[in-house]
């Protein structure tokens, strides 16, 4: 009796072509597969707790800060103090 095996879905996505440019260019950069960086991206950005899937903490913590121009510093190291004590 023959084994049925799991079709894999393939999906078909349509990107702008600069941001596909940056997201190969990206890829290269980093060594990685391009669609393991779009995985991760999108990993990032949807998961509610996105982050425990950061890769690189520097990064995430300078663009959050981009965000946050118009807070004084104050404000926003008692952010980073909070969310330290709520993921422990």
Do not use: C
């Not at 079709?7 to 996505?13: D, I, S």
């Not at 290269?28 to 890769?55: C, I, M």
């Amino acid at each position: 009796m023959p084994k049925t095996t799991a079709k894999k879905e393939q999906w078909t996505l349509s990107f702008d072509p600069r941001l596909k440019r940056l997201l190969i260019k990206e890829a290269r950069r980093r060594g990685v597969h391009p669609v393991g960086l779009l995985e991760q991206v999108v990993r990032e950005w949807f998961n509610p707790y996105g982050r425990s899937d950061v890769q690189d903490s520097v990064a995430y913590v300078q663009k959050i800060r981009k965000g946050s121009r118009n807070q004084p510093d104050e404000v926003f190291l008692k952010e980073i103090r909070e969310w330290q004590r709520s993921n422990s």
